[in-house]
């Protein structure tokens, strides 16, 4: 571990952690996308090239990387430079004084309802029709089995959108009850509504072996709960971490395994036994699902070392990864996304082949924009990071306690998180898949009005 790569992850830990600290020791929000993007980038920053080292992690499929230290070392000033641009554009999105009167929206109760229960019978409608159309949960988990052979879910990301809208139209109708009645505030009441969710979120959506879908929907649904109902303590959100990282690791198992997961707990099969056998170990979801530490540090060896003809995309990953959420029924021959880049940035130019061989992989906010414009410009696209979380930011404290887009602007904190780890296609993705439909519900319940005063 001794070795100068040390120095600029270091400083880049340090940097990032301003923000953490200032989280903890409760100089802001709870739920201030700020605090939240520096607790994460801790680990993202820091943490995780420290574990590369630390465990020797190598990634399947690739051959091994002889030394990582020196690349982590110099993705380390990359980041370093990226936070340093991240902070400053952060600080050009000012949060206003109150006005004296503006504009938020309200409730409209019986259209509200209405609205909510049209939509809650249409999006468990069409869940259903999933299941009935798939023979029931185990050949829904079958079709999931199928993915490798090329049938899976293809083609149903548009229906997907809606129908696993469902426990979050549910969770908002459920938010708007309790506010009306302050006895059922009480955190039993609310840890047994947490479960009832989590629970629902698994059948729709998390059996398709969306781990991080069911992760950030239990994040949103504690923001709900701390801008809506009552504030949350930061205990609750470390007991809370801690579980996340419990079901990632465990779920990983499922991903990996399909149906045969479920048989693990009748035969009692040792952990140790399950990694060899899936290679889903502990420590690659700890790096592998929670950082870009490993692959951007081999994309970056490659990029300088390897490739010097490297085809580099000049932004077509980006224009091409948002058409993802256009059904292929529109658009039967979209370009591929940064899947083309990806697989000759890690296997060579030329070595991509659709359907054949494709790098099925990640890159994060820094890794596609090596893909796109090089080593030396990748650090300008956290610029894009601090204006997205300063714009969220400005608008989360400008919210006023009856705005009902507190119940949905918790979509956008954890998005400025995702933001950092996320390639496009999967940024589309999540807007779309998890926060349509709720805004939708939102904003035709409810009325524009003005108030006086500054906010509560």
Known sequence: MLHWFLLPVT????????DAVDWLR????????????????????????????????????????????????????????????????????????NHSSRKIRVIQPRIFVIILYFALCITFGLQMLVYIQSGGVSGYIARYESRGDGIGFQGMGALFAFSESFPFLLFIGIAVHIRQHENRRTWFHILIILLLFFVLRLFFGGLRGSRSNTIYAMVWAVGVIHLW?????KRFLAAGAIVAVAFLYIMGFYKALGSDFFKIFEKGTDLAQLEKQTNRTFEGAIIGDLSRADVQAYMLRNLTE????????????????????????????????????????????????????????VYGLMGEAMLNFGVRAAPLSFISLGLLVGMVRRWYYQLHSDDIFRLWIPFLILFC????????????????????????????????????????
Request: a positive charge; hydrophobic letters at 45%; charged letters at 15%.
């Open 229 to 233: 109902i009552r504030p949350v303590p």
């Open 417 to 456: 998180v995702t933001y950092i780890v996320s390639d496009s296609d999967n940024n589309a993705v999540s807007l779309v898949m998890r926060s349509l439909m709720p805004a939708i519900i939102l904003w035709f319940g409810s009325r524009s009005t003005i108030i006086k005063g500054a906010q509560s």
């Open 11 to 18: 400083l880049c830990g340090v940097l990032i952690g301003i």
């Open 306 to 361: 390897k490739w010097e003809d490297f085809p580099y995309a000049h932004g077509r990953t980006y224009l091409a990864g948002y058409t993802v959420i256009i059904p292929r029924a529109i658009w039967p021959s979209k370009p591929p996304h940064k899947v083309m880049e990806g697989t000759q940035a890690l296997s060579g130019p030329g070595t991509y082949a659709p359907g054949v061989r494709e790098a099925s992989r």
């Open 26 to 97: 409760g100089r802001m929000d709870v739920m201030d996308p700020v605090g939240w993007v520096g607790l994460f980038g801790v680990h993202f920053f820091f943490i995780a090239p420290l574990l590369v080292v630390l465990w020797d992690r190598q990634m399947n499929y690739l051959p091994a990387m002889p030394d990582w230290r020196p690349w982590l070392g110099r993705m380390g000033i990359l980041n370093l430079a990226g936070l340093l641009l991240y902070r400053v554009a952060r600080g050009w999105i000012r949060i206003p004084a």
